[in-house]
C-alpha cells in the first residue's frame, strides 16, 4: 500500500543524464526506533558551516549508511538532510523502494558553494538545494527543495522578500483552479503552502513549506520552491523581509578547500544547455585556477554528474628530501 500511494505523490523522477568544515552546531536528526525499522522522526537543528570565498568554499563531508529493513531511499534522503534527486542521480539502477539490504552506501553531504553577489539565500535550480548565507559570520547553512516542474519552471533572477506568512492562506491561481477545485485554500494539512512562506518580489513565487515532503527533490511545484516542513521551521525566522534572493542556474561549480580544487557536475534538469561538455569546459577556463586542474578527473566528474564534488587537483611532485629533491629526481 505504501508503495502505490508514493508513487501516486511522486510524478517521475529527475531525469538521468549520460572535510573538512566547520559546523558550529551540529546536524541531530532523531528516529522513533531503530533506523529503518519503525516510522521516522525530523527534528533537524540549525547546522552552519564556514566560508571564506575564495579560498575556502567547500563544505560538509560524506557520510555512509547501511540500509536496514524497511528503508526506502526517499527516507533516506530526508534523513540526512537530502533531496530525493541526491541519491537518485549517485544510485541510478538502484530501486528506490526496496534498496539492497546490509549494503552500505555513501550519503552525498558534500557541496562546492555556488557562486552569489550578495551573500544571502541562493538557490541553484540544477542541484535543487537553497544556500543561506550569514556575511557577519561567514557561515552558511543548506537545505534540499523541490521546484518548478516542465512547464511550470522556477524562474532564474535576484529577487528579494517582500512578505512572510505563519499558517498561509493559499489564493489559487486562477490556472490552477478547476485542478483544486477552489480559489481560496486555508491553512491546514490539504495547503500545499504548509506552515511558512516567504513571498518573492517580481511574481507569484514563493519559498514555502509542502504539505507532500516527498516532492522535495523533484520538479513538482508551479514554479514555488518547496522545503521539507522541518527545514521551513529552520530558515523562517532567521530571514529578514528585503532579504536578496538569487536564483541561479549553475550545473557545474568549481570550488577550493585545504589547497585542492573541486568540481561538482549536477545534471541540466530544465535542458537549458545544448552542450554541456562545452559549457563545463567553459566554467573550466574562466576559473583562476585552471592551470592547476586535472583534466581527466574533470572530464570524469562532467560526464558522470552524481552531484559529488571530486578532487580534479593536479598532483604535485613529493619532496623526499630535506635537499629538495622530488620523486622523480631520482
Same mark, same amino acid.
Given at each position: 500500500m505504501r508503495k502505490t500511494i508514493m508513487k501516486s505523490i511522486l510524478p517521475r523522477a529527475l531525469p538521468a543524464p549520460a572535510a573538512r568544515t566547520i559546523c558550529v552546531v551540529c546536524l541531530i536528526l532523531a528516529a522513533t526506533a531503530s533506523l529503518g525499522v519503525a516510522e521516522y522522526t525530523f527534528n533537524p537543528v540549525v547546522?552552519?558551516?564556514?566560508?571564506?570565498?575564495?579560498?575556502?568554499?567547500?563544505?560538509?563531508m560524506n557520510?555512509?549508511?547501511?540500509?536496514? /529493513?524497511?528503508?526506502?531511499?526517499?527516507?533516506? $534522503?530526508?534523513?540526512?538532510?537530502?533531496?530525493?534527486?541526491?541519491?537518485q542521480i549517485v544510485y541510478r539502477t538502484m530501486d528506490p523502494w526496496i534498496p539492497p539490504k546490509d549494503q552500505t552506501i555513501v550519503i552525498p553531504t558534500e557541496w562546492v558553494l555556488p557562486p552569489t553577489k550578495n551573500e544571502q539565500i541562493v538557490i541553484n535550480i540544477p542541484e535543487l538545494r537553497l544556500y543561506?548565507?550569514?556575511?557577519?559570520?561567514?557561515?552558511?547553512?543548506?537545505?534540499?527543495?523541490?521546484?518548478?516542474?516542465? #512547464?511550470w519552471e522556477t524562474p532564474v533572477g535576484t529577487?528579494?522578500?517582500? *512578505?512572510?506568512?505563519?499558517? /498561509?492562506?493559499?489564493?489559487?491561481?486562477? *490556472?490552477l483552479q478547476p485542478e483544486y477545485g477552489t480559489k481560496v485554500m486555508p491553512p491546514g494539512p490539504e495547503n500545499p503552502l504548509g506552515e511558512y512562506a516567504m513571498n518573492l518580489s517580481g511574481g507569484a513565487y514563493t519559498i514555502h513549506g509542502t504539505n507532500i515532503p516527498w516532492g522535495v527533490g523533484r520538479l513538482t511545484s508551479h514554479g514555488c520552491i518547496r522545503m521539507y516542513p522541518e527545514h521551513i521551521r529552520l530558515l523562517f525566522p532567521q530571514v529578514k523581509l528585503g532579504a536578496?534572493?538569487?536564483?541561479?542556474?549553475?550545473?557545474?561549480?568549481?570550488?577550493?578547500r585545504d589547497g585542492h580544487i573541486y568540481v561538482e557536475a549536477n545534471p541540466d534538469v530544465y535542458k537549458k544547455i545544448p552542450d554541456y561538455l562545452r559549457y563545463a569546459m567553459e566554467k573550466l577556463r574562466a576559473y583562476p585556477w585552471a592551470?592547476?586542474?586535472?583534466?581527466?578527473?574533470?572530464?570524469?566528474?562532467?560526464?558522470?554528474?552524481?552531484?559529488? /564534488?571530486?578532487?580534479?587537483?593536479? /598532483?604535485?611532485?613529493?619532496?623526499? $628530501? $630535506?635537499? #629538495?629533491?622530488? *620523486?622523480?629526481?631520482?
Open positions: 547546522c552552519r558551516y564556514g566560508y571564506r570565498f575564495p579560498e575556502h568554499t567547500v563544505i560538509g557520510k555512509t549508511h547501511t540500509i536496514r /529493513p524497511k528503508d526506502t531511499l526517499l527516507d533516506i $534522503a530526508r534523513y540526512y538532510e537530502l533531496g530525493f534527486n541526491e541519491l543561506f548565507f550569514d556575511k557577519k559570520t561567514k557561515t552558511v547553512e543548506t537545505y534540499p527543495i523541490g521546484i518548478g516542474d516542465e #512547464g529577487f528579494t522578500i517582500t *512578505s512572510k506568512r505563519i499558517q /498561509p492562506t493559499w489564493y489559487v491561481p486562477k *490556472s536578496r534572493v538569487e536564483i541561479i542556474y549553475e550545473p557545474v561549480k568549481l570550488g577550493k592551470d592547476k586542474v586535472d583534466q581527466e578527473k574533470f572530464m570524469k566528474a562532467v560526464l558522470i554528474q552524481n552531484g559529488i /564534488p571530486v578532487d580534479v587537483t593536479l /598532483p604535485q611532485p613529493e619532496t623526499v $628530501a $630535506a635537499g #629538495g629533491l622530488t *620523486s622523480q629526481d631520482n
